[in-house]
């Protein structure tokens, strides 16, 4: 599995954005995404995850009630909705593949990444 991430660009506080990430390979409907995230200064961080068909998300405590992962499996796409996005929301979002969980270490194929400003 190969991975793109796009979606990002500058967004005042309150505001809304939508990442996705394309992924080639014929195994992406029987593995688990997730989205991180990295601000400038600090650690690479787990924002959400979607196990392989869907049915189960798990979210961040820091994003959770704003943002929503979903996954289609025809498209090979997975897509991060971010709704009243927050200036410490601002990161650089990587989406990965892997076995699920929240650990970096779960995850063994990272896409590229793609910046998100908030601004105030």
């Known amino acids: 599995v190969q991975l793109q991430a796009s979606g990002g660009g500058l967004v005042q506080a309150g505001g809304s954005l939508r990442l996705s990430c394309a992924a080639s390979?014929?195994?992406?409907?029987?593995?688990?995404m997730a989205w991180f995230r990295q601000a400038p200064g600090k650690a690479r961080e787990f924002v959400a995850n979607?196990?392989?068909?869907?049915?189960?998300?798990y979210y961040a405590d820091s994003v959770k009630g704003r943002f929503t992962i979903s996954r289609d499996n025809a498209k090979n796409t997975v897509y991060l909705q971010m709704n009243s996005l927050k200036p410490e929301d601002t990161a650089v979002y990587y989406c990965?593949?892997?076995?699920?969980?929240?650990?970096?270490?779960?995850?063994?194929?990272w896409g590229q990444g793609t910046l998100v400003t908030v601004s105030s």
């Open positions: 390979g014929r195994t992406f409907s029987s593995i688990a």
């Open positions: 979607i196990i392989w068909d869907g049915r189960s998300t």
């Open positions: 990965a593949a892997g076995h699920g969980g929240s650990f970096l270490n779960n995850y063994n194929v």
